[in-house]
């Protein structure tokens, strides 16, 4: 009688740890999974910030682009003033989220007429940042440029 329950005592502990072992590697099963799509969605939410990021910087050409540099002419003071706020913001917000330098001394130069490249080909360098590739099928001349 003693060796019968002290088998069903040694079954009832192997059944008790396989069940703590089956819920250990679930939740460790469960966790790793959720870390990889914690990670792809972070990835992704990043992805949209930086098209929303370079939005703001075809906005900010275009701002530059519209005026060109006859503010005091075509802008009365109160316009002026809203204008380059909002020029030094999408300024300042690229110099601070942009990650390639060199293409924010380049924007710089451009927007200050220090010389510089073409706009458009400023666009394709931010597009190819953001996709993560060079595209060789479109060139920088191949953009269209409307002006006044």
Known sequence: MICIWGGVIIVSIIGIIQWLLTMWIKSRLENSIKHEYDKILEEFKFSI???????????????????NGKEDVLLKENEKRDHFEEMNKLNWELAIWMPDEKIVKKINNRLTNKGGEDIRSLILEVRTLILGKKSDDLKWSELTYFSA
């Open 49 to 67: 910030r930086q098209r929303e990021q370079a939005a703001a910087i075809a906005k900010l050409f275009a701002r530059w682009i519209k005026y």
